[in-house]
């Protein structure tokens, strides 16, 4: 079973930066489709970003131009920098991993989620 666990997250003000990071416990790491979600209290799960086994990335229109996901398959991790960010971006951010798929994008239906860290953005 893949697990995954998220770090990284924290607070700052608007307009700074912040690096996530997943690590992944599983060999067969380099042909799951991974990537970021976010929930902010009080609303739905929402999408950042994927990427795929071939480091095809999508993103949410939100975070076009500001925010990179990235993964390193020999380390089995994910990050996510997130740069200009804005007080909207608070939220709990979750990586998720996916074994069986065909387009790794952010409208799949990901089954393996790792614990979240909080990112809280100040104006």
């Known amino acids: 079973q893949v697990q995954l666990v998220e770090s990284g997250g924290g607070s700052v003000q608007a307009g700074g930066s912040l690096r996530l990071s997943c690590a992944a416990s599983?060999?067969?790491?380099?042909?799951?489709?991974m990537g970021w979600f976010r929930q902010a209290p009080g609303k739905e799960r929402e999408g950042v970003a994927t990427i795929d086994s071939d480091g095809s990335t999508s993103y949410a229109d939100s975070v076009k131009g500001r925010f990179t996901i990235s993964r390193d398959n020999a380390k089995k991790t994910l990050d996510l920098q997130m740069n200009s960010l804005k007080p909207e971006d608070t939220a709990m951010y979750y990586c998720?991993?996916?074994?069986?798929?065909?387009?790794?994008?952010?409208?799949?239906?990901?089954?393996?989620w790792g614990q979240g860290t909080q990112v809280t953005v100040s104006s």
């Open positions: 599983t060999s067969t790491y380099g042909t799951l489709c």
């Open positions: 998720a991993a996916e074994e069986w798929w065909l387009l790794c994008s952010l409208t799949l239906g990901f089954g393996i």
